[in-house]
């Protein structure tokens, strides 16, 4: 019997946008109403604390409105056929919901809250609405586990031991722009070939690997894809 191959799936906003998650990059939506710098940031916590927990208060409100859509259905659905892990740059648990069972969080977890002095110490938060005084078991104030513009990216270096071992690599709904987590490809073999879903044509230039691109939004390109990778590999 053939060892079942591994897929690692790196996935950034567009995953999630197909299911009307606002992403900071666009013109409209959640984003558009509020700078970065305060709302995104450890000074904002700082500066003001109550405009940095709303913000992210509405976004975890948007997120229980919302349901993973086809792309995240097809991405669980290769646990079928192969070994997969996801790596996700997105905050929401879109992928969990739709069954993806590795999933690697590179910038935190809507969901969950953090201590403000232990980034390790995390706890699952209730609902939607985290009030301005909750206190972590250290007795710090807990903040949202997200990783803020400025701080380091924790998982990342657990990120590029995944990516090492992959035998195919899908890249869905990201513009290869955010680093570290752009560079996750450079950890990839050389002679394992990548597949990439995006309708924007990402900057290729710093992929050594062959690389096929379906030029589509996730939800469209995606469930294509999969069918292409388990006719092809399984």
């Given at each position: 019997m053939n060892k079942r191959k591994k897929i690692v799936v790196f996935t950034g906003a567009g995953v999630s946008a197909d299911s009307g998650i606002s992403t900071f990059r666009d013109s409209d939506g959640l984003w558009a109403n509020y700078r970065i710098e305060e709302v995104c940031t450890p000074e904002a916590l700082e500066r003001n604390r109550a405009k940095v927990i709303e913000f992210y208060n509405i976004r975890r409100k948007e997120l229980l409105e919302t349901?993973?859509?086809?792309?995240?259905?097809?991405?669980?659905?290769?646990?079928?056929?192969?070994d997969v892990e996801v790596i996700t740059q997105n905050i929401d648990d879109l992928h969990e919901r739709a069954g993806?069972?590795?999933?690697?969080?590179?910038?935190?977890?809507?969901?969950?809250?953090?201590?403000?002095?232990?980034?390790?110490?995390?706890?699952?938060?209730?609902?939607?609405?985290?009030?301005?005084?909750?206190?972590?078991?250290?007795?710090?104030?807990?903040?949202?586990?997200?990783?803020?513009?400025?701080?380091?990216?924790?998982?990342?270096?657990?990120?590029?031991?995944i990516a090492a071992t992959a035998d195919i690599l899908v890249i869905v709904g990201t513009s290869l722009a955010v680093y570290p987590a752009a560079s996750l490809v450079r950890y990839v073999r050389p002679e394992i070939p990548v597949y990439l879903v995006d309708p924007k044509q990402p900057d290729l230039r710093g992929i050594r690997n062959h690389v096929e691109v379906i030029q589509m939004n996730s939800a469209?390109?995606?469930?294509?894809?999969?069918?292409?990778?388990?006719?092809?590999?399984?």
């Open positions: 349901k993973p859509n086809a792309g995240h259905y097809a991405i669980a659905t290769l646990e079928k056929y192969f993806s069972t590795h999933v690697t969080h590179l910038h935190g977890e809507l969901r969950k809250l953090r201590s403000s002095i232990n980034p390790s110490l995390t706890v699952p938060i209730e609902g939607w609405k985290q009030s301005l005084d909750a206190r972590c078991e250290d007795g710090s104030l807990l903040r949202p586990f997200v990783v803020f513009f400025g701080e380091a990216v924790p998982m990342f270096e657990r990120a590029t031991e469209q390109g995606t469930p294509l894809l999969v069918e292409q990778l388990i006719e092809r590999y399984k």
